[in-house]
């Protein structure tokens, strides 16, 4: 699974336009050290359903309605763990001969390949796609209006000008992806109907790596994949560039989501931290989930000093004012006293007893405290 979540981006727009997808995904790779030489998924939109790879050899229902469905007809398990052993080996052997051609020995090197088919259940109207990725790049596809594939690099030339030739698999691919595939998704929609519809809310939290730097609003195992999330300041969304990035949405293994949104934190000022606030709210839900800026709540392994609240401040300057206007009495009311040809009391430690004596003056060394 995490080779397919790397890949992913390859082929993100298949599925963005229509209202359910069912798609296949297989890769093949070379030279990627902790990772099976092969792996095949099956996604219903942006949920992973079925998996299979060269290390288990066997295909997995991941989803629990799956394994409803595959009660009922089990022979659908067996049916893609067959398909994805026999691609197991065609992709092998191609990877082999796409580094050839490409004159390529060592690194890592990723074949892709993404298949299945799209229905909008607004109009009805089913479309199919099978496409080649390699290295991350689009490689070669297949036009199923045209019969013929396209190759959009010229390392592709020769394979496009054999592949198109074989007529009776090009019209069994155009079958499959416009009539069984379609078949195969209602299916699946009827058991996973429930599941798909469920509304699934965010566990939300701040983070930051150190004081300086921004803080991370991080959104995670949400479903599905609508919703809106932005950072706002005294109720109005926060726009500017410089102080919000957006992170692209991200897959979580057990079909949930995760997104994230920084706020430069730099250049605000410790008083208006309370202003800002992080808000999450998922498609069909009430209310949004808001997460105010507080220091207290930021998770960080970074030590960090207490910072002072605006009250917290107040007080301590109220009580520095207080302290100092205080001061300035006693001076002057020593100062008045000195003026009219007072002394002020004092007491000395005598070295006789150890007494206090009242003395007027005070001779030597004493602590001097204002008469009255």
Same mark, same amino acid.
């Given at each position: 699974?995490?080779?397919?979540?790397?890949?992913?981006?390859?082929?993100?727009?298949?599925?963005?336009?229509?209202?359910?997808?069912?798609?296949?995904?297989?890769?093949?790779?070379?030279?990627?050290?902790?990772?099976?030489?092969?792996?095949?998924?099956?996604?219903?939109?942006?949920?992973?359903?079925?998996?299979?790879?060269?290390?288990?050899?066997?295909?997995?229902?991941?989803?629990?309605?799956?394994?409803? @469905? *595959?009660? #009922?007809? =089990?022979?659908? $398990?067996?049916? +893609?763990?067959?398909?994805?052993?026999?691609?197991?080996?065609?992709?092998?052997?191609?990877?082999?001969?796409?580094?050839?051609?490409?004159?390529?020995?060592?690194?890592?090197?990723?074949?892709?390949?993404?298949?299945?088919?799209?229905?909008?259940?607004?109009?009805?109207?089913?479309?199919?796609?099978?496409?080649?990725?390699?290295?991350?790049?689009?490689?070669?596809?297949?036009?199923?209006?045209?019969?013929?594939?396209?190759?959009?690099?010229?390392?592709?030339?020769?394979?496009?000008?054999?592949?198109?030739?074989?007529?009776?698999?090009?019209?069994?691919?155009?079958?499959? @992806? *416009?009539? #069984?595939? =379609?078949?195969? $998704?209602?299916? +699946?929609?009827?058991?996973?109907?429930?599941?798909?519809?469920?509304?699934?809310?965010?566990?939300?939290?701040?983070?930051?790596?150190?004081?300086?730097?921004?803080?991370?609003?991080?959104?995670?195992?949400?479903?599905?994949?609508?919703?809106?999330?932005?950072?706002?300041?005294?109720?109005?969304?926060?726009?500017?560039?410089?102080?919000?990035?957006?992170?692209?949405?991200?897959?979580?293994?057990?079909?949930?989501?995760?997104?994230?949104?920084?706020?430069?934190?730099?250049?605000?000022?410790?008083?208006?931290?309370?202003?800002?606030?992080?808000?999450?709210?998922?498609?069909?839900?009430?209310?949004?989930?808001?997460?105010? $800026?507080?220091?207290?709540?930021?998770?960080?392994?970074?030590?960090?000093?207490?910072?002072?609240?605006?009250?917290?401040?107040?007080?301590?300057?109220?009580?520095?004012?207080?302290?100092?206007?205080?001061?300035?009495?006693?001076?002057?009311?020593?100062?008045?006293?000195?003026?009219?040809?007072?002394?002020?009391?004092?007491?000395?430690?005598?070295?006789?007893?150890?007494?206090?004596?009242?003395?007027?003056?005070?001779?030597?060394?004493?602590?001097?405290?204002?008469?009255?």
């Amino acid at each position: 699974m995490i080779m397919f979540l790397f890949i992913l981006p390859l082929f993100s727009s298949l599925a963005s336009s229509v209202n359910v997808s069912l798609s296949y995904f297989l890769i093949a790779t070379s030279g990627a050290p902790n990772l099976p030489e092969f792996v095949g998924v099956v996604m219903l939109n942006d949920m992973p359903v079925g998996y299979y790879d060269s290390n288990i050899k066997r295909a997995e229902p991941k989803q629990d309605w799956v394994k409803a @469905y *595959l009660e #009922e007809e =089990p022979q659908h $398990l067996k049916w +893609y763990a067959a398909q994805c052993l026999d691609h197991q080996q065609d992709f092998n052997a191609d990877i082999y001969n796409l580094k050839r051609r490409f004159n390529q020995s060592g690194g890592i090197h990723i074949l892709q390949r993404v298949s299945g088919c799209e229905v909008d259940y607004d109009t009805g109207e089913v479309s199919g796609f099978n496409r080649y990725g390699y290295n991350g790049e689009d490689f070669i596809w297949l036009d199923l209006e045209k019969k013929s594939w396209v190759a959009p690099r010229k390392e592709a030339f020769t394979i496009k000008e054999r592949w198109d030739v074989e007529m009776p698999t090009i019209e069994y691919m155009k079958h499959f @992806y *416009l009539n #069984e595939c =379609p078949k195969l $998704l209602e299916k +699946y929609m009827r058991y996973g109907e429930t599941f798909l519809h469920r509304r699934v809310p965010p566990k939300v939290s701040l983070l930051q790596k150190t004081p300086r730097s921004p803080v991370t609003c991080h959104a995670t195992g949400f479903y599905p994949n609508e919703f809106v999330m932005f950072w706002r300041r005294a109720g109005h969304e926060v726009q500017e560039t410089a102080l919000v990035q957006h992170w692209e949405t991200l897959h979580n293994h057990d079909g949930t989501f995760q997104r994230s949104v920084t706020l430069n934190v730099s250049s605000i000022p410790d008083a208006e931290w309370e202003e800002y606030e992080c808000v999450f709210k998922l498609d069909g839900a009430e209310d949004p989930v808001v997460t105010k $800026l507080d220091e207290a709540v930021i998770m960080t392994n970074y030590p960090r000093t207490p910072r002072s609240s605006p009250a917290a401040v107040a007080v301590g300057v109220l009580a520095l004012m207080l302290l100092l206007a205080a001061a300035i009495a006693l001076s002057v009311r020593i100062w008045r006293r000195q003026r009219d040809g007072e002394h002020p009391k004092c007491f000395r430690l005598t070295r006789r007893n150890d007494d206090v004596e009242n003395t007027d003056p005070c001779p030597g060394f004493c602590l001097r405290l204002p008469a009255g």
